[in-house]
């Protein structure tokens, strides 16, 4: 298989959007806020040389539907489990970038028999600290405000800027991810999904969900945490505080890479995470979990 063109799949009556290339194990990538599987096509065909690759668009994001309804991070971890029994892939690698780390995360922890390695990128779930934009959306009222902030002729405007820019052949990655992002804010039911989503995880304080008093969990899977150096979004610290509380785990700091490495830094990234692949054994379950938590003493 070697297509990355967008599928669907109906689950519990809503469209699920996903793109898949490649045989062999899976890899599973979860894709960030506001974002799409359109964010790992720089990364499919590499990967899909060797792995089974599929990169969905979490309901509320991309082409998938946007419902009213749950959009915890429970929750999609229970939507990637319903589309992976689906397409008849037991088990994967899960790959989550920023919001998608958080996912995977709970993969992780909810379905562990699924789960055989872990890839976090930049990955939400891991601190408090978050960009203050992101914090100010979560603020009453901020509803009223995003038709303004995102305009419906802003996204018309910036393609055909961003169209010129390729011409004199300007590339800005990471630009080209926040644009996407932001662009896909001016729709109506995007912002709506968008919103739930955000409160979800984080609140005027910042992140509201953690992992931090869970990590030790993950010493029973292969795990690689990679991250930009620049990153304006979520600290690079909170990559130094998983690495110290996830044992036998990998770290991979990208300099001069921000938010979105695996677009900044393709070939980099490809090397990190292919060597991963090569150099772990996966796992399937997780282990004996009565005696890991009546025996594990916090730091």
Do not use: C
């Not at 620049?230 to 990998?250: K, L, Q």
């Amino acid at each position: 298989m070697r297509t990355t063109d967008l599928r669907h799949i109906e689950l519990h009556g809503h469209t699920v959007s996903y793109r898949v290339t490649g045989s062999g194990p899976a890899v599973l990538l979860i894709h960030g806020m506001a974002g799409s599987s359109r964010t790992w096509r720089s990364v499919m065909p590499t990967l899909g040389e060797r792995h089974l690759v599929v990169a969905p668009d979490l309901l509320g994001h991309g082409e998938s539907a946007k419902p009213l309804g749950d959009y915890s991070l429970g929750a999609f971890a229970s939507g990637l489990r319903d589309l992976l029994v689906a397409l008849d892939i037991d088990r994967v690698t899960a790959v989550g970038q920023s919001l998608g780390g958080g996912v995977a995360l709970q993969l992780a922890y909810q379905h562990p028999e699924i789960v055989e390695r872990l890839v976090l990128v930049d990955s939400g779930g891991l601190g408090r600290d978050v960009s203050w934009m992101l914090r100010a959306l979560t603020l009453p009222g901020a509803e009223a405000l995003m038709p303004v902030v995102f305009p419906a002729r802003a996204r018309l405007i910036g393609e055909a800027v961003g169209r010129w820019f390729h011409r004199l052949g300007v590339r800005a990655p990471h630009i080209d991810e926040m644009w996407r992002a932001y662009s896909s804010l001016t729709a109506v039911e995007n912002r709506h999904a968008f919103l739930r989503t955000l409160r979800a995880v984080v609140d005027p304080g910042g992140q509201s969900v953690s992992a931090a008093d869970r990590l030790y969990l993950a010493a029973a899977v292969p795990t690689l945490i990679v991250w930009g150096g620049n990153d304006p979004i979520i600290p690079v610290e909170h990559a130094y505080t998983a690495h110290a509380a996830i044992p036998g785990s990998r770290l991979e700091i990208i300099e001069g890479a921000g938010h979105f490495p695996h677009v900044e830094a393709t070939d980099r990234f490809l090397a990190v995470l292919g060597d991963f692949l090569d150099e772990t054994e996966p796992v399937s379950g997780s282990g004996n979990l009565r005696d890991v938590l009546l025996h594990h003493r916090p730091a």
